[in-house]
């Protein structure tokens, strides 16, 4: 079976400082990988999506940024943070044919102070 | 362009009374259409989903969601809520052949004892 790992759970960090936040999924192969980012009351923000190694889309001008080095692995970061950038930051993957149906993960709860 | 509108962002019901969450849709042609639910400080996961076949479709938890095209509506229910029911519900839509949802913006259902 897939699962979808995503760490840390939850981070504090002051406002100027880096972030990278870290997604694996296991149990298949070349998935679509995406990041959303929930603001507190609020809906689900497509912030970046991946088809494939290297292959990055962004949703969202910002002082994000996403890569994906391996085929499983999908990391999201920022040189400086903002404190705009606190939120709720889901990973999710789905399959690349049929119905694209998503498969989040945890979570991980920024707050940059 | 598609969009997604849950009408309510809050719905409080009573212990074992029905559960109704509201979605309509705009697309161009008939989506896939789905229902996440996401628990407090958790990732969202599948409830349920329509493709293609049986409007009617049954989910986990005892949710189901009738697929009705001519008033562009995917509409969740359930017919006896349960306090473990509380969290926030999302309905999402794909367009066939692509792979980035719309998401609503979600209905937090409070179950009151």
């Known amino acids: 079976s897939q699962t979808i790992h995503q760490w840390p759970a939850t981070l504090v960090q002051p406002v100027g400082s880096p972030l990278s936040l870290e997604c694996t999924v296991e149990?298949?192969?070349?998935?679509?990988l995406y990041w959303y980012r929930q603001a507190a009351g609020r809906g689900l923000q497509l912030l970046f999506y991946?088809?494939?190694?290297?292959?990055i889309s962004s949703e969202v001008p910002q002082n994000l940024s996403a890569s994906r080095p391996q085929d499983r692995q999908f990391i999201l970061s920022s040189k400086k943070l903002l404190l705009s950038d606190s939120g709720f930051y889901l990973c999710?993957?789905?399959?690349?044919?049929?119905?694209?149906?998503?498969?989040f993960g945890p979570g991980t709860r920024l707050t940059v102070t | 362009a598609q969009s997604v509108t849950q009408l309510g962002s809050h719905v409080s019901v009573s212990e074992g009374a029905l559960v109704l969450l509201r979605c309509n849709y705009s697309?161009?042609?008939?989506?896939?259409l789905f229902w996440y639910v996401q628990y407090p400080n958790q990732g969202l996961q599948l409830l349920l989903k329509y493709t293609t076949g049986a409007t009617l479709v049954k989910g986990i938890n005892g949710f189901e969601a009738e697929f009705k095209k001519s008033e562009t509506s995917f509409h969740l229910t359930k017919p006896s809520a349960h306090m473990s029911d509380a969290a926030e519900y999302f309905c999402?839509?794909?367009?066939?052949?692509?792979?980035?949802?719309?998401f609503g913006r979600g209905t937090s259902l409070i179950v009151h004892p």
């Open positions: 999402a839509v794909t367009s066939r052949g692509s792979y980035i949802p719309t």
């Open positions: 991946s088809v494939g190694i290297g292959q």
């Open positions: 999710a993957w789905s399959v690349t044919a049929g119905t694209y149906e998503q498969y």
């Open positions: 697309s161009s042609v008939p989506p896939y």
């Open positions: 149990g298949t192969s070349n998935p679509n």
